[in-house]
């Protein structure tokens, strides 16, 4: 019997990008159609994990109407980060954003865990208003660092932030125009934060905001130790060096067992799965299925 015929230990949800506004368009629509097909395939899920950009600006119409859609189908406990877009708008900068973020989603705060099936869940966020960029203040390091040592056993730990880090999962490379197009991309405390996470050699690290499609090979990777997977985008996809489509709406639903995590891409308009990979956690290797 191959793993994949074998029941999960758990299963849980990851998308980002969704970029809902507070009136109609074709990213909200994508949004209802995500959760829709979420639920029929993945019914079991125990989270959902939205990566950042949940809503186009940030403003108090676009949080009421993604709760809106969000709560109109059957979907499991959901954990958010800020994304850029979530942020660089509002005139009031970062506390605004962060104030408005609060009080629509309820989050505890813009960083946090939480323990789910015994697995332990990291979110982060940037703490400042930018452009494209995100900030990671060394007081969330420092909570980074911690919250990783409770966890430093033999289980695997996952990490979600909305930027990716360059030159890592899909979407992150030169080729892609990723901190090469005239703007930065990324995170400040890039070096920072890889020497952190390379520390523990079963960290998951889950990434957006580049819209890269699930349907490149190097949708999840290793790399200075690191496993580094790129969440494709709810409202529209990129092509990524030629491979996929623009305009597409994916995301992943990741099953996890004893010692392999499976990483199902999912694409929620054609309702098939460009890709699937397994990662191998006493092997510490990456293979597609």
């Known amino acids: 019997m191959s793993i994949q015929q074998m029941k999960p230990i758990m299963t849980f949800n990851v998308i980002s990008d969704l970029h809902v506004t507070g009136w109609e368009n074709k990213f909200n629509k994508h949004f209802e159609e995500a959760l829709k097909d979420l639920n029929e395939v993945n019914p079991q899920a125990k989270a959902l994990c939205i990566v950042g950009d949940m809503t186009e600006s940030g403003r108090d119409e676009n949080y ?12 499991p406990e959901t954990y958010m980060v800020l994304g850029n877009h979530d942020v660089r708008w509002l005139e009031g900068g970062y506390e605004e954003a962060y104030n408005c973020f609060m009080k629509h989603t309820r989050m505890p705060h813009a960083y946090y865990d939480k323990w789910i099936c ?3 869940f990291i979110f982060l966020s940037t703490e400042e208003a930018l452009k494209d960029e995100g900030r990671i203040t060394k007081e969330q390091l420092t ?8 966890g430093a056993d033999s289980k695997p730990v996952f990490v979600f932030l909305h930027q990716s880090l360059v030159e890592t999962s899909a979407g992150s490379y030169e080729v892609d ?3 090469h197009s005239g703007h930065p991309d990324g995170i400040l405390e890039d070096r920072e934060l890889r020497n952190i996470l390379s520390e523990y ?4 690290f889950f990434t957006g905001h580049t819209h890269a499609v699930v349907d490149h090979p190097q949708t999840v990777i290793k790399k200075e130790g690191i496993y580094y997977i790129n969440t494709a985008s ?4 990129l092509q990524s060096d030629g491979y996929g489509e623009d305009n597409g709406s994916q995301g992943l639903c990741i099953d996890v067992y004893e010692d392999e995590i499976i990483i199902k891409g999912r694409d929620f308009m054609k309702k098939t799965w460009p890709m699937t990979w397994g990662i191998d956690l006493n092997e510490g290797i990456v293979l597609s299925k």
Do not use: M, N, S
Not at 234 to 237: D, I, K, L
């Open 201 to 204: 050699p079963r960290v998951l």
């Open 64 to 75: 009421e109407r993604f709760q809106a859609i969000l709560d109109a189908y059957p979907h």
């Open 143 to 150: 909570w980074l660092k911690d919250k990783l040592d409770e």
């Open 234 to 237: 709810v409202a529209y996809t």
């Open 118 to 120: 015994g697995y332990h």
């Open 177 to 179: 125009g990723y901190a």
